[in-house]
T-cell receptor
Framework: GAGVSQSPSNKVTEKGKDVELRCDPI?????LYWYRQSLGQGLEFLIYFQGNSAPDKSGLPSDRFSAERTGGSVSTLTIQRTQQEDSAVYLC????????????FGPGTRLTVL | SQKIEQNSEALNIQEGKTATLTCNYTNYSPAYLQWYRQDPGRGPVFLLLIRENEKEKRKERLKVTFDTTLKQSLFHITASQPADSATYLC????????????FGAGTRLAVHP
């Protein structure tokens, strides 16, 4: 079956612009996670959803970052007024539920802020 | 706060040998730990999960151990192959955040023919 998909695969933007990153999870997966990975670094947790609600937004770096999930499916991560330090690969993952379930990752969106 | 440490240097081994990767955690006791594989330009792929009451878990050529006294998990690949070359990430849950994972920086493994 189809895995987790993300779009766009690459995004180049100018400092100060807003960007939207999209994640389509595996059908039926109730949990959805967003991570950020800078070059040569580990994954940094940003936010997770259980259904459409986000119980934990503690990883979002600043109030310029927001995310939503609609219909228990597609999720959008929005970064407003992008800064150069936002440049990274943004990874989305989904799982059947929370707690111990394996996470299935998408290929990521590489964001470059000039 | 909790800290996850993996060998920062790449591990180079000869094909056919056993690779052993280390994951150390401090300041808490996770109830479980997951291991993932990541290839360049791709998202991580789940390999194994081990719980705190399990000393060892095996899957084909992979073996994971979990020593709650040493606060360490070891990941072994036996009869390694060049196709095993990748970065391996350990991921226990956040302290108090059972539902989300904290990923180590990963150890890059290179298996040479």
């Amino acid at each position: 079956g189809a895995g987790v998909s993300q779009s766009p695969s690459n995004k180049v933007t100018e400092k100060g612009k807003d960007v939207e990153l999209r994640c389509d999870p595996i059908s039926g997966h109730t949990a959805l996670y967003w991570y950020r990975q800078s070059l040569g670094q580990g994954l940094e947790f940003l936010i997770y959803f259980q259904g459409n609600s986000a119980p934990d937004k503690s990883g979002l770096p600043s109030d310029r970052f927001s995310a939503e999930r609609t219909g228990g499916s597609v999720s959008t991560l929005t970064i407003q007024r992008t800064q150069q330090e936002d440049s990274a690969v943004y990874l989305c993952a989904s799982s059947l539920g929370l707690a111990q379930n394996e996470q299935f990752f998408g290929p990521g969106t590489r964001l470059t802020v000039l | 706060s909790q800290k996850i440490e993996q060998n920062s240097e790449a591990l180079n081994i000869q094909e056919g040998k056993t690779a052993t990767l280390t994951c150390n955690y401090t300041n808490y006791s996770p109830a479980y730990l997951q291991w993932y594989r990541q290839d360049p330009g791709r998202g991580p792929v789940f390999l194994l999960l081990i719980r705190e009451n399990e000393k060892e878990k095996r899957k084909e050529r992979l073996k994971v151990t979990f020593d709650t006294t040493l606060k360490q998990s070891l990941f072994h690949i036996t009869a390694s192959q060049p196709a095993d070359s990748a970065t391996y990430l350990c991921a226990p849950p956040f302290s108090g955040g059972y539902n989300k994972l904290i990923f180590g920086a990963g150890t890059r493994l290179a298996v040479h023919p």
